[in-house]
């Protein structure tokens, strides 16, 4: 299982002019992987903002899908960005200019071809719809911000770079009346109990899952762990006299 954090890059984004679809078919993607996110940055076409977060997810080592700026237009900054974070110059990508050039022929130039200049050491990713290629270079994938062109890439430079995760068990207990303050500790108990386990606690006072005032208590993780926590989590609710019912397990 890999962690990833996703960069969603534009102005029109932070300024309305659009609105970001990215974010859920993303996450999508990775879950059907047995992938997580941890975590999603809204970021401006601004080049020292831009430079500055790739010098941290690098010295962090994490593995970044970003989304956006790649264009040839001045306010696309987030090749360049990558490449002074890594300390390395731009440079025209040879397979990533033939593409262009194959595409586009003499409209290649002047100004489309700059889309080839890519960080010093990167290797494409390919563009099916239009053969503008993203790159990859230490675990950051940079990909375009139109939906149509990056997911099929996403889908690619998943299948391509890693190995399908083993799938993860969820299951739910919703506790009905229940105030999250009460069960602090028995939340405790679990996640001591079960450090491996994702946990999570979202208290309600009401919505379309439930009607009434309550708590969703959900673990994840090794189906026999959850089994376990849900059982002992069925346990001591019921020596408390909550009320609670189950939703369905889900595998992902």
Not at 233 to 245: G, I, K, R
């Amino acid at each position: 299982m890999a962690r990833f954090t996703l960069l969603i890059i534009g102005d029109e984004i932070l300024n309305g002019r659009r609105q970001d679809q990215h974010f859920a078919a993303i996450l999508q993607r990775l879950q059907q992987r047995g992938h997580t996110l941890d975590a999603v940055l809204y970021l401006a076409d601004n080049s020292q903002t831009l430079i500055e977060t790739f010098q941290r997810t690098l010295a962090q080592d994490l593995h970044v899908i970003s989304c956006g700026g790649i264009g040839a237009t001045p306010d696309d900054y987030t090749r360049s960005a990558l490449a002074s974070a890594l300390n390395r110059p731009l440079c025209r990508q040879a397979e990533a200019a033939q593409l262009i050039e194959d595409k586009f022929g003499s409209d290649a130039y002047p100004h489309r071809i700059k889309m080839a200049d890519l960080p010093e050491g990167a290797i494409i990713i390919p563009n099916p719809v239009n053969q503008v290629a993203g790159c990859s270079i230490e675990n950051h994938y940079l990909l375009p911000g139109f939906p149509s062109m990056a997911w099929p890439m996403v889908d690619w430079l998943l299948d391509q770079y890693y190995e399908e995760a083993p799938n993860t068990y969820r299951q739910s207990i919703t506790v009905l009346n229940a105030k999250e303050s009460d069960l602090i500790p028995l939340m405790q108990e679990l996640v001591s109990t079960w450090p491996t386990l994702a946990f999570s606690s979202l208290p309600s006072f009401g919505n379309s899952h439930c009607a009434e005032p309550h708590v969703e208590l959900s673990v994840q993780g090794d189906v026999d762990a959850v089994k376990q926590a849900i059982e002992f989590l069925n346990t001591n609710l019921s020596a408390m006299n909550y009320q609670q019912y189950h939703k369905a397990p889900v595998t992902s």
